[in-house]
């Protein structure tokens, strides 16, 4: 079972360009989120997703987007990249009805802005 | 807002050795769960244990059992006769009952010693 695919696993990407992280789930799960992870900072919350067609903020939205166009996908895209915006990118996913509340990670994505 | 506080940058001990990580979380919710979760180097995010705050009894898993103390806010993770293979970052997290927001403490790089 593959999970979540996250896709680059890597990337270098100059200041002012677009980049849209990719992740695909194949649990079917409703669900889906993506996390930024800075050294001390552990992870937070960019944008997160209840159902297809749904989105929402998190703790740290601006200068990310999201959309949900079916329950497989939850794509992130940078419109104007910034340095600050260096990070590894973290798409999870789990299944609201589940009683045990597990969150499955993706592998991430490195993204540096220089 | 709900906070959750990793007050141990890093530690390291001798392989076999006994290491309990600390965790202190800060939320007025009553119902709510709690989650350690192991980074190793690959970069994959590994549920370790999980708590439910309703349940006074401490959640084990084999070598990994946590000390939930519901007064205090303390949710600290102790992990007995290490292994190399522990070493990682360890993550402890909070999420509301019912709640979309996992929220990440700013982790604890954790090294066994051979």
């Known amino acids: 079972t593959a999970g979540i695919t996250q896709a680059p696993t890597s990337q270098i990407l100059a200041a002012g360009r677009s980049m849209t992280l990719r992740c695909t789930q194949d649990?079917?799960?409703?669900?889906m989120y993506w996390y930024r992870q800075d050294l001390g900072l552990g992870l937070r919350l960019i944008h997160y997703?209840?159902?297809?067609?749904?989105?929402g903020k998190g703790e740290v939205p601006d200068g990310y987007s999201v959309s949900r166009a079916n329950t497989d996908d939850f794509p992130l895209t940078l419109a104007s990249a910034v340095p600050s915006q260096t990070s590894v990118y973290f798409c999870?996913?789990?299944?609201?009805?589940?009683?045990?509340?597990?969150?499955?990670f993706g592998s991430g994505t490195q993204l540096s802005v220089l | 807002a709900q906070t959750v506080t990793q007050s141990q940058p890093e530690m390291s001990v001798q392989e076999a050795e006994t290491v309990t990580l600390s965790c202190t979380y800060d939320t007025s919710e009553s119902n709510y769960y709690l989650f350690w979760y192991k980074q190793p180097p690959s970069r994959q995010m590994i549920l370790v244990i999980r708590?439910?705050?309703?349940?006074?009894q401490n959640a084990t898993e084999n070598r990994f059992s946590v000390n939930f103390q519901k007064a205090a806010k303390s949710f600290s993770l102790k992990i007995s006769d290490s292994q190399l293979g522990d070493t990682a970052m360890y993550f402890c997290?909070?999420?509301?009952?019912?709640?979309?927001?996992?929220?990440f403490g700013q982790g604890t790089r954790l090294t066994i010693n051979p």
């Open positions: 999870a996913s789990r299944d609201l009805g589940s009683p045990n509340e597990k969150l499955f």
């Open positions: 649990m079917r799960h409703n669900a």
């Open positions: 997703s209840n159902t297809a067609g749904t989105t």
């Open positions: 708590q439910e705050a309703y349940k006074q």
């Open positions: 997290a909070f999420m509301i009952w019912g709640a979309q927001k996992l929220v």
